[in-house]
């Protein structure tokens, strides 16, 4: 009995890093983005984002 105690401890653990592995991923690429374009001294990437930065109220000025 506790060998399927076992196995089912360890299809939570599988669920759950299935969870957080790509939640994680997403706040550092959005941490990366917001904060790695948002204020970005280069025109470029200034010029490239500047647009959406406006659409979202996000100021850049």
Known sequence: MSNLNNIAK????????????????GIFLGSFLLLGV??????LIHNAAHDARHAHS???H
């Open 38 to 43: 948002g204020f970005a001294d280069s025109h």
């Open 58 to 60: 996000f100021p850049c």
């Open 10 to 25: 360890g299809a939570n653990r599988e669920e759950l890093a299935q969870r957080i592995i790509p939640a994680l991923f």
